[in-house]
């Protein structure tokens, strides 16, 4: 059972380069998420979606796109990469409300 | 005021002893909790539900008290296993009727031998 997969799980960008995220899910869920996780900071919701073609800002969406153009994929955009931008992401989905999160692995990312 | 808020920990504890963590939540319509276990550089997995009435999975026991917004984690006989970052997830609503899925900074958990 594949679950949540993330693509890349490792990258180095350099400043002002873009890159994209995938987050790709084989359970037919609805809901799926965007996080970034900081030392001390926990996970940060970034963007999230309630469906296929449907998103939205999560806590700190600054910086970064989103696109559900399939009910199975869920891709996070940095058009202009930052070293703010160097975390840990990951994505989770879950079927409905009130049901629990999976997730992906996670990407760790560097901007030098 | 944070949305979810924990201790941070950590706790360092012995083997065999009983622990517990709190986590609080502003949210008064905040519809349901969870407790996540997340360890070191790995991707966070569900411990349990936490049920209005308290639920037990185990050595694992969850409370909610909604009158003082908190849910709670007790561990029993902890065990080395049991190092690693507890997460708990609450679920309120936003504005636009869409439900979000909002996690605590984490307490963090060393079981000593």
């Known amino acids: 059972n594949a679950g949540v997969t993330q693509t890349p799980k490792f990258r180095v960008l350099k400043t002002g380069q873009s890159m994209t995220l995938l987050c790709a899910q084989d359970m037919n869920h609805e809901y799926m998420y965007w996080y970034r996780q900081d030392p001390g900071m926990g996970l940060r919701l970034i963007h999230y979606s309630v469906g296929e073609g449907t998103t939205a800002k999560g806590e700190v969406p600054d910086g970064y796109n989103v696109s559900r153009l399939k009910k199975q994929n869920f891709l996070l955009g940095l058009e202009s990469a930052a070293p703010s931008q160097t975390s840990v992401y990951f994505c989770?989905?879950?079927?409905?409300?009130?049901?629990?999160?999976?997730f992906g692995q996670g990407t760790r990312l560097t901007v030098v | 005021r944070k949305e979810v808020e924990q201790d941070p920990g950590p706790f360092n504890v012995p083997e065999g002893a009983t622990v517990a963590f709190n986590c609080t939540y502003s949210n008064s319509a905040s519809q349901s909790f969870f407790w996540y276990r997340q360890d070191c550089r790995k991707e966070p997995k569900l411990l349990m539900s936490v049920y209005s009435s308290g639920n037990e999975d185990g050595r694992f026991t969850a409370q909610l008290n909604r009158a003082s917004q908190y849910i709670s984690l007790l561990i029993r006989d902890s065990k080395l296993s049991d190092s690693a970052t507890y997460l708990c997830v609450v679920n309120p609503m936003n504005s636009g009727g869409y439900q979000k899925v909002t996690f605590g900074t984490g307490t963090k958990l060393q079981v000593i031998p």
């Open positions: 989770a989905s879950r079927p409905r409300a009130n049901t629990e999160a999976f």
